[in-house]
């Protein structure tokens, strides 16, 4: 699309002067092509694109093919990103003028594509400042994606006027997103963001005494030295304690964590021996009595593996009053003539 240079001066004087530097500066490519005068990346980078053939490699590869962008390169887009924006506002407010909103609209869509060119262009910076957080239990295609996450925020925030390297200024914001992504994908049991973080300090200050003491410290040594209240301190290292699988392996192999752990609600030996010999007792006695009683009794005390039922329940199913019921569950425990029965049956 070209530039509407037939199209009036707009009205307002800072659209005016910003349209007319946006005609000056050259469109980004719509995809960034390789300059024989310019570097296309790292070695190291090179290097692992080369052997590797996963999709991080492929990544690599991808986003190692633009060359890297100038100081001047970099103040030209953010120019073009802040009229695109400015234009953008102006749009939603209302133009009168086709010309002027025709204008307006070519500087917002100038200005998104200086800021996808900007975001590819720093692709390789990401991924540099990734790899130095590999191998803490998040893959390093996770860590990208939230650092991917922070270069846009830092393009969407960049001043050119400061007159500070994006590099400088994009590291701060690459670095907090994969610290969060980091706090949310590396637990099995997720915490808090900023609990992570208070986490991560004990830690790194742990670390540090513990290579300036040569020995472990102490509780309120971490304290002091990371101004944090002991009580505090100690809540949080247990945070740190990650979960165990119950299908670890133990011993030489052969069976696993699960094997070990004992079931609190399942009945001890002596108890699992006692209530067999009760349930046998019970099946004994039961057999003399007639069909009816045997089955109020049976449902009356769930012996047969369902919950116990009411007594307005089990007139239902045998079509009798609630009163009748209780007069044969008496009479048939009278038949039995066993007190021990009745303790069983009701405990």
Same mark, same amino acid.
């Given at each position: 699309m070209q530039t509407p240079l037939s199209a009036p001066p707009l009205q307002s004087p800072p659209v005016q002067s910003q349209a007319s530097q946006s005609r000056a500066l050259p469109s980004a490519p719509a995809a960034p092509s390789s300059s024989p005068g310019r570097g296309t990346g790292s070695s190291s980078v090179s290097r692992y694109s080369r052997a590797s053939t996963d999709a991080f490699g492929d990544y690599l590869r991808r986003i190692g093919k633009g060359p890297l962008l100038t100081a001047l390169d970099e103040v030209e887009l953010a120019r073009r990103i802040e009229v695109g924006l400015f234009a953008a506002e102006r749009l939603t407010r209302g133009v009168a003028d086709p010309a002027?909103?025709?204008?307006? %609209?070519? +500087?917002?869509?100038?200005?998104?594509? %200086?800021?996808?060119?900007?975001? /590819? %262009?720093? +692709?390789?910076?990401?991924?540099?400042?990734? *790899?130095?957080? &590999?191998g803490r239990g998040v893959p390093i295609m996770d860590l990208v994606q939230d650092g991917n996450i922070g270069l846009v925020r830092a393009v969407e925030k960049y001043d050119f006027m400061t007159g500070y390297k994006f590099s400088t200024y994009a590291t701060w914001w690459i670095r907090q997103a994969i610290h969060r992504g980091m706090a949310d994908k590396?637990?099995?049991?997720?915490?808090?963001?900023? !609990?992570? /973080? *208070?986490?991560? *300090?004990?830690?790194?200050?742990?670390?540090?005494?513990?290579? !300036?003491?040569?020995?472990?410290? !102490? +509780?309120?040594?971490? &304290?002091?030295?990371?101004?944090?209240?002991?009580?505090?301190? &100690?809540?949080?290292?247990?945070?740190?304690?990650?979960?165990?699988?119950?299908?670890?392996?133990?011993?030489?192999?052969?069976?696993?964590?699960? /094997?070990?752990?004992?079931?609190?609600?399942?009945?001890?030996?002596?108890?699992?021996?006692?209530?067999?010999?009760?349930?046998?007792? #019970?099946?004994?006695?039961?057999?003399?009595?007639?069909?009816?009683?045997? %089955?109020?009794?049976?449902?009356?005390?769930?012996?047969?593996?369902?919950?116990?039922? !009411?007594?307005?329940?089990?007139?239902? #199913?045998?079509?009798?009053?609630?009163?009748?019921?209780?007069? #044969? /569950?008496?009479?048939?425990?009278?038949?039995?003539?066993?007190?021990?029965?009745?303790?069983? +049956?009701?405990?």
């Open positions: 002027c909103a025709r204008e307006l %609209a070519w +500087l917002a869509h100038d200005g998104g594509r %200086a800021k996808n060119h900007f975001i /590819e %262009a720093n +692709l390789r910076l990401v991924v540099s400042i990734a *790899k130095h957080y &590999s590396s637990r099995m049991i997720r915490i808090p963001v900023h !609990t992570a /973080e *208070k986490l991560n *300090k004990i830690k790194r200050i742990r670390r540090d005494l513990t290579s !300036t003491l040569d020995r472990d410290p !102490t +509780l309120r040594e971490l &304290s002091d030295a990371a101004q944090i209240p002991a009580r505090d301190v &100690s809540r949080l290292l247990q945070y740190d304690n990650e979960p165990i699988s119950l299908h670890a392996p133990v011993g030489d192999g052969i069976g696993d964590i699960s /094997e070990l752990i004992i079931d609190d609600d399942l009945p001890q030996p002596d108890e699992y021996a006692t209530i067999t010999l009760r349930a046998a007792d #019970i099946v004994f006695y039961l057999d003399a009595l007639p069909p009816r009683e045997r %089955a109020i009794l049976v449902a009356r005390f769930g012996l047969n593996g369902d919950e116990p039922r !009411t007594l307005d329940q089990i007139a239902v #199913i045998q079509g009798v009053t609630r009163e009748r019921v209780r007069q #044969i /569950e008496k009479r048939a425990l009278a038949l039995l003539h066993v007190p021990r029965l009745e303790r069983y +049956l009701r405990d």
